[in-house]
């Protein structure tokens, strides 16, 4: 399987669902957005921009089944899954605001093995396909060297239903803030991929879905970055709940914010 050649591939396939998100902005109308929950927005082009993603991903890589944000297309277990959000940031999207992206990630057997997160309006392409090489277009990433919250640049995000637990992390957030700069972007999987590109720090957030985090988590590990859950281990994928970042500054966030 040439991976690289896939990748280039997958590249294009986001780059043009990405052009279709920028395009339709401006002429969606308030009438078409729909709540999925409370601050939780939809709409027509969430779900058109899936299914090009569908169809161009099935004709590309045929073996690979499907596990997608609008659920377009039925789960099946294969070796191979598609890992996709076809609008990351649809609150941002909705207000005429940015940033927003596609985040497409190819799963082998439980392992991410490819990544892909486009923003088509600041033209910013993240991907990985081999572990110790993270691009942004074409320039290489690595992640900053920040060891400490002092002087911090801090990505995060409101989970939509909010509990005890993740009121506690804000609060934990809040002790720290004349320290370090927090930032709320609006889209997870660009967020995690600002770490890998040496932006921010760390990001962290609770409520999240895989194809929220899975194609950035494995983008932010190949610039050698650090993705945990909010217990240290390995499950921020489907366990809801990420911490990613360079590394140098991962026990301290785990220290002071989230524990
Ligand atoms: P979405 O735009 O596809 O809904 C905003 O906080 C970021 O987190 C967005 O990437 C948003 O994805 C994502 N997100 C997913 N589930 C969330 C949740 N339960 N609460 C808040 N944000 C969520
Ligand atoms: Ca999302």
Redesign the pocket.
């Known amino acids: 399987m040439d991976l690289e050649k896939l990748c280039n591939e997958v590249k294009h396939i986001a780059r043009t669902t990405g052009m279709y998100l920028k395009n339709q902005q401006a002429l969606l109308r308030h009438n078409e957005i729909e709540l999925k929950g409370t601050r939780n927005y939809v709409t027509y082009v969430d779900k058109e921009a899936e299914q090009m993603l569908v169809a161009a991903l099935q004709k590309a890589f045929p073996e690979a089944g499907f596990l997608t ?1 609008e659920h377009t297309v039925a789960f099946e277990q294969r070796a191979f899954t598609w890992i996709i ?1 076809p ?4 609150t941002n999207y909705v207000h005429g605001d940015t940033p927003f992206s596609v ?1 497409i990630a190819l799963m082998k057997e439980g392992e991410v093995i490819l990544g892909v997160v486009f923003d088509p309006v600041a033209d910013q392409m993240f991907s990985a396909s081999e572990k110790g090489k993270a691009f942004l277009n074409d320039v290489l990433l690595q992640v900053n060297s920040q060891a400490t919250l002092e002087n911090g640049y801090i990505g995060f995000g409101i989970p939509y239903s909010l509990d005890e637990k993740g009121e506690q992390i804000l609060r934990n957030a809040m002790t720290q803030f004349r320290k370090c700069s927090f930032r709320i972007k609006g ?3 660009l967020e995690i991929c600002y770490v890998a590109a040496g932006i921010s720090d760390t990001y962290f957030h609770s409520g ?2 895989p ?2 985090v899975a194609a950035g988590a494995f983008i932010l590990q190949c610039a050698g970055g650090k993705c945990s859950d909010f217990h240290g281990g390995n499950n921020y994928i489907f366990g809801k709940e990420m911490v990613a970042s360079n590394g140098a500054i991962h026990q301290e966030i785990m220290d002071h914010i989230i524990h």
């Open positions: 944000e959000d609008l990351d940031g649809t985040s889209s997870a999987a999240l879905s194809w929220d």
